[in-house]
Each structure stands twice: as C-alpha cells, then as structure tokens.
C-alpha cells in the first residue's frame, strides 16, 4: 500500500516562511514526478510546484521567486520551502506521487498566513 505523509503545515505571518516535507512509503517502483498542490476554501486545487526525477522543477506564477521545491530520490521525499508567504497563499497544501504504479495524494496540511 503506498502511503504519502506531509509535515510542516501551520500558521504564520504575512513575510513568513514554511517548509513543507512529503514522505512516499510503499510499493511504488518508478516515481516520474513529486509535487504539491494546493486548495484554498472556494476555488480548485492548482499545482504550486513539480519537480521530475531529472530535476527539472516547474512553478505556479504567483509563486516563482517564493517558493523552491526539492526532491530526494533515494529518501523518496519532496520538500516545498516556502518564502515571503503572503494571505493568498493559504490554503490546504497536498503532496502528489506519479509512479509506475499511478497517481497517489498525501492527505493534506494546513498552510494558513496570516497576522
């Protein structure tokens, strides 16, 4: 059974940091892809960052500048540092898996910026 498990959500002010782990546990074989995405109360979940087992890396706008995402291949972790938050960036932050074996999703934390 593969199992995805995030750490590191909260709350903190407007200038703030955070830094997101994600740890993926299980039978998955081949990981393709590792990220996070995120869903704010009223509006669809959106990808923030994605980063490949080649380390290429790919950013929502509003975030590029702000926030890094890294990749552990041989822990199978993902981290999202997450710089300068500003209120917008509140939301529930969800760790995504593509592997050969399909598409698993971290059961979400709390991110919430505000003063």
């Known amino acids: 059974q593969v199992q995805l498990v995030e750490s590191g959500g909260g709350l903190v002010q407007p200038g703030g940091s955070l830094r997101l782990s994600c740890v993926a546990s299980?039978?998955?074989?081949?990981?393709?892809?590792m990220g996070w995405y995120r869903q704010a109360p009223g509006k669809q979940r959106e990808l923030v960052a994605n980063?490949?087992?080649?380390?290429?890396?790919n950013y929502v706008d509003s975030v590029k500048g702000r926030f890094t995402i890294s990749r552990d291949n041989a822990k199978n972790t993902v981290t999202l540092q997450m710089n300068s938050l500003q209120p917008e960036d509140t939301a529930v932050y969800y760790c995504?898996?593509?592997?050969?074996?399909?598409?698993?999703w971290g059961q979400g934390t709390q991110v919430t910026v505000s003063s």
């Open positions: 995504r898996m593509w592997s050969s074996r399909g598409i698993y």
């Open positions: 299980g039978r998955f074989f081949d990981i393709y892809t």
């Open positions: 980063a490949t087992s080649g380390d290429n890396a």
